[in-house]
């Protein structure tokens, strides 16, 4: 079933990056992380380090759901449509940061 999901995978890959970067340069610019479990596991861990595990985690978990369950197609769709609106909401924050100067 990975075959047929392999584009919505590709996809969540994508915004998983674009995720992890805008949250590192928001962050960068002095922005706060919302997520209260990513901000216990950045004072931990660090922003880098943390980012790289939740990501990793997250896509490997797609891959199985791909590969094992019929649901995978409108999960992935879902998730999609979630880190979109993450990214454009990291986006908005870093642009505000950056208007505000240094």
């Known amino acids: 079933m990975i ?23 928001a962050l960068a610019r ?4 919302v997520n209260p479990v990513a901000a216990v596991a950045f004072g931990f861990a660090g922003v880098l380090a943390t980012a790289i595990v939740f990501k ?8 199985m759901l ?10 992935l769709v879902t998730a999609i449509g ?4 993450v990214v454009v909401n990291n986006l908005t924050a870093f642009t505000t940061l950056i208007d505000r100067g240094p």
């Not at 990793?56 to 891959?63: D, P, Q, R, S």
């Not at 791909?66 to 999960?75: E, G, H, K, M, Q």
């Not at 979630?82 to 609106?85: D, G, M, R, S, W």
């Open 56 to 63: 990793l985690a997250l896509v490997l978990w797609a891959t």
């Open 82 to 85: 979630v880190y979109a609106i």
């Open 30 to 33: 002095g922005g706060a992380e």
């Open 3 to 25: 075959g047929r999901n392999i584009i919505p995978l590709l996809a969540l890959s994508a915004l998983q990056i674009a995720d992890a970067s805008t949250t590192y340069a």
């Open 66 to 75: 791909a590969r094992f369950s019929r649901l995978a197609r409108p999960v």
